[in-house]
Structure formats: C-alpha cells, structure tokens
C-alpha cells in the first residue's frame, strides 16, 4: 500500500477532528461570555430587586437559583447548601427538590448544547470511544447519566458536554438528568424532614 494513499484517507478524518475542536472552543468561548454576563445581569440593581422580591416564594428561589448555577459551566457554584436551606424554611420540602431539580436540568443545557457544537471532537480518542459506547445505547445512556447526576458533585458539568459532543438525543439526556437530580433533592428533602422532626 502506498504510504500517501494512507495519510490521504486520515487526513479527512483529522481536518473534521480538528473543526470539531475548533467549534468546540467557540461554544466553550459563548458560553464563558454568557456566564460573564450572566454575571453582570445579577449584579445589577433591578435584578437584585427582583430576586429580593422572591425571598417569599422558596419554590420559584429554587428553581432560578438551580438554573443560574447549573448553567454556569465554566465557574461552578455550590449551590446544595442553600438548597438545604430553602427546604429547611417550608413545609413541602419535596415541592422544592422538584423545582430544584427541573431548573438543574434546563440549566445543564448550556454544557448540552456546547458539547453539540463540537460533537465529533473527541473522534478517534480512547475516551471518546469508550464514552461513544456507553452513551450510544439508550438503557445505558440514560443509566450512566442518571448515575452522574445523581451524586451531589460538580462532575456532571464535563458529562453534559460529552453527551453534547457523542451526540446523545435530548430525550434520554433530559429524562435521564432530571431522574438523577430528582434523586438528589428528594433525599435531600427526606434529610431536612428528618432533622426537623
């Protein structure tokens, strides 16, 4: 076999690699300015005013205070405390492990989405391989994803960008992602029960 004729057939494969890695780093790059100015918009005085305006409402508090957090990829912020918290000041601590848990998946979407602007990048890798393997088949998909987001750990973050990235559907990742940090609020809430009783 003629060594030029074997470089030729890599080459397409390389070339899409590294447009991938190229698409990648501009949805990484979107989504660090997102997370800056997700930043700024909160500091800015009538936000404040209007998330001072929910002090009353634990429910929706939970719910924005799970999204904001979980769709800052590139700066992870400890959130569970404070959803303790929350749950620890109403009676249907439960109710708040489901708004909780519903605004941690949609917020998992900014990692989602970034991992589908570079799907193709980890091509040809080992990693990818393997992850390909696992998250290709629905059932173990949805296992795997489920066993991640479950745990309370900042983790989950380079997960949602390698479901991204393999090309996992959104019907098994969101179902799957919502089930595992339901899991997570609803022993959080039988803890909070427990200890209040």
Known sequence: MDPDEDT??????????????VRLGAALLA????????FWVIGLPAVQEFFQGLEGSVYIG????AF???????VPIPYNPIILQMMETTS???LVAITTAAGATLGETSGFLAGRAGKGTFEGTKFANWMTK?????VRAFV????????????FD????????????AKVFYPAVFLGRLTRFLLFAAFTTWITT
């Open 8 to 21: 030729s057939s890599e080459s397409p494969v390389v070339e899409r690699r590294k447009r991938s890695w």
């Open 68 to 74: 904001f957090t979980n769709f800052t990829v590139a």
């Open 158 to 169: 380079v997960a949602g960008v390698v479901s991204g990235a393999v090309g996992v559907p």
């Open 92 to 94: 249907m601590p439960w």
């Open 31 to 38: 989504l660090l300015a997102l997370n800056v100015l997700a």
């Open 144 to 155: 795997v994803l489920f066993l991640i987001s479950a745990p309370p750990f900042p983790a």
């Open 134 to 138: 696992q998250l290709s088949h629905p």
């Open 62 to 65: 939970s719910f924005l205070l």
